[in-house]
């Protein structure tokens, strides 16, 4: 099984920073990208950045400037640094990886976590 777990969300004053982990776990041989989405109650689903297996990065033009994507290889972990926030960021935020099991099969498949809960209010 592969498990993916987001932490670091929480309340945060406008203009505020967070930083946001995930790690990946269990039958694992390799991961190619990694990356951050965010869901609103409206159920708009938005990608935010990735990561790809050689480093390339995207950003949304929402984020850009503000939100940095980083990743650990060896931890099968991936960041975001997030700065300058908004209140228009508040948003459940997931992380998604796409897996690999084996060495000898090289389908890759999405795996998400459950998500960890970011507020910008005052």
């Known amino acids: 099984q592969v498990q993916v777990v987001e932490s670091g969300g929480g309340l945060v004053q406008p203009g505020g920073s967070l930083r946001l982990s995930c790690a990946a776990s269990g039958s694992i041989f390799s991961i190619n990208a990694m990356g951050w989405y965010r869901q609103t109650p409206g159920k708009v689903r938005e990608l935010v950045a990735t990561?790809?297996?050689?480093?390339?990065?995207y950003y949304a033009d929402s984020v850009k400037g503000r939100f940095t994507i980083s990743r650990d290889y060896a931890k099968n972990a991936v960041y975001l640094q997030m700065n300058s926030l908004k209140p228009e960021d508040t948003a459940v935020y997931y992380c998604?990886?796409?897996?690999?099991?084996?060495?000898?099969?090289?389908?890759?498949?999405?795996?998400w976590g459950r998500g960890t809960q970011v507020t910008v209010s005052s």
């Open positions: 998604n990886a796409e897996i690999r099991h084996s060495a000898i099969a090289t389908m890759v498949y999405n795996y």
């Open positions: 990561i790809s297996s050689d480093g390339a990065t």
